[in-house]
């Protein structure tokens, strides 16, 4: 079962930043915080993982709280291709689990 | 990031007939492979997890004797639907993962879509 909850919709305005969050408060000491996304019919993309600190890619940034408990993935400037849901998934490098995610529709 | 293809991209087969789908990882070795399926606006629901050269491991209420797994090789698994029924209609995807000294992360397919009338 996932591990995670997170909000089942959200909206963005094309050129602001788009903040997902996602909570994890059942995170173990050795689970990584995956963030997938998948557009419509099409398989999901990796888009981030961290543990602890705070990580940072060409796609996004993902701030993890010190507790652990939580985390949000942040798209700096949304564009309308990054319409899709987002997964957030706890994965302790056995097998993927995907929760119900978040659909992000980003408006122009 | 790593490439793992899919084939066909789209099937449509008669009911009772079986069909096949391929997996690849194109610029990486695959130690495991994972086989996905998703509903119409559902989640994605793991299938299995395969080993190359070792049987497949079904999730709880999968069975083993329709959705035939075959891990044969470093870069190819195949997802073999026998006796197909409409229900089995569905977007399949696979996701491939290298060993810990590559690319260990899990890269997916752009997924199958079936269709048994």
């Known amino acids: 079962d996932a591990k995670t909850t997170q909000p089942p919709s959200m909206d963005c305005a094309e050129g602001r930043a788009a903040n997902l969050p996602c909570n994890h408060s059942?995170?173990?000491?050795?689970?990584?915080v995956y963030w997938y996304r998948q557009i419509h019919s099409q398989g999901p993309q990796y888009i981030i993982h961290?543990?602890?600190n705070n990580e940072t890619n060409e796609m996004a940034s993902l701030i993890i709280t010190e507790d652990r408990k939580s985390s949000t993935l942040i798209l700096p400037h949304a564009t309308l291709r990054d319409t899709a849901v987002y997964y957030c998934i706890v994965y302790n490098t056995d097998k993927l689990i995907f929760g119900t995610g978040t659909r992000l529709q980003v408006f122009p | 990031g790593a490439v793992v293809s899919q084939h066909p991209s789209r099937v449509i087969c008669k009911s009772g007939t079986s069909v096949k789908i391929e997996c690849r990882s194109l610029?990486?070795?695959?130690?495991?492979m994972f086989w996905y399926r998703q509903f119409p606006k559902q989640s994605l629901m793991l299938m299995a997890t395969s080993n190359e050269g070792s049987k497949a491991t079904y999730e709880q209420g999968v069975e083993k004797d329709k959705f035939l797994i075959n891990h044969a090789s470093l870069t190819l698994s195949t997802l073999t639907v026998t006796s197909a029924h409409p229900e089995d209609s569905s977007f399949y995807i696979c996701?491939?993962?290298?060993?810990?000294?590559?690319?260990?992360?899990?890269?997916f397919g752009p997924g199958t879509r079936l269709t048994v009338t």
């Open positions: 961290g543990l602890k």
């Open positions: 059942t995170i173990s000491g050795n689970e990584y």
């Open positions: 996701s491939a993962r290298g060993d810990r000294t590559s690319s260990y992360e899990q890269y």
């Open positions: 610029d990486f070795q695959a130690t495991t």
